[in-house]
Structures are given as structure tokens and as C-alpha cells.
């Protein structure tokens, strides 16, 4: 890892921290608020790869567990991992993860349609399979009312899927990170 490497991901820690400044929903049927933060771990993973782009995320969740108020509506501290949402929250660098890697795989022949799907498979799927697992376990909840309870968040995670692709395939028109 160089100097470069250390950069990316300390910046798209930085975004993903950035993106907690928004204001977040607080869902009432939720102990888990509507946030535009899972967007960094979308762009981390399509636009450092696999690696940088969980390590990112792990950087951030780093600064988290130290009590760093960086998470939507300034919270932080173990005890938010801990929680009803932390389960959500360790999906991060996974999700991240398994986007970079699938657009690594096929970055010559990228489209939208696939970059968008891969934003989906990772930054949704993963991520809420993640944390409906430990929201079930976590809220003493079946995991098909954990899961049913989570489907008020999708159109928000599709619409940050969008924009998460759209941002992604500028930067790897305008200035590829990931090679193959």
C-alpha cells in the first residue's frame, strides 16, 4: 500500500462522514434512522475496488468505535455497533467490499445497467442481510419482521444506487482508480 492508497481511503472515510451532515428520518416503526451515509460505502467500493473500498469503511467505523460524532446526526461511540443499527453499520465495509470486486471483474465492459445492479447486490442486499440478521437478534425480533421492517428503507437505498452509479461511471470515465 502507498501513499496514494492511504489517501482514497482516508478520503472516502472522509465522504462517508461528509454524507452524515445531511439530515436524517427518523422512521417510527425503526430504531434504525434513513441516512445518506450508506451512499459512501457504494462509492468507495465502485470507485477505490475492493480493498481501498472496504478499508475505507473500516477506517470509518474506526473513528466510530472511538466516539467520533460522525455518524447522522452526530453520533458515535461502540455502543451505536452495539445497537438495533450496528448491525447495518458492520455491513459497511462488506458491502463495499463485494461492489468493488464485481466492478473490478467487469470494468472494461461496464455499463449502467450492471453498475447499478452491482450497487444494489452490495450496498443493499449484503448490507441488509448483514443488519436484519443483527437487528433480529439485537430487538429480540423473527428475523422476517427485522426483515419486513427494513423494506421501508429500500426506495431510499435504490435512490442512492442511482446516484452512487451515476457519480461512479463519471469518475471511471473522467479518472479510472481501479484498473484491472
Known sequence: MNTKDIVYIALFAAITAGLGILPFIKVPISPVPVTAQSLGLMLAGSILGPKRGALSQILFLGLVTLGLPILAGGNGGIGILLGPSGGFLLGW???????GLLFKKKWASLTPTTAFTYMVVGGILVVYAIGTLWLSLVVKISLTKAWVGSMVFIP???AKALIGTTTAM???GAYPIIKN
Open 170 to 172: 463519471a469518475v471511471k
Open 93 to 99: 465495509p462488506i458491502g463495499a467490499f463485494i461492489i
Open 156 to 158: 431510499g437505498d435504490i
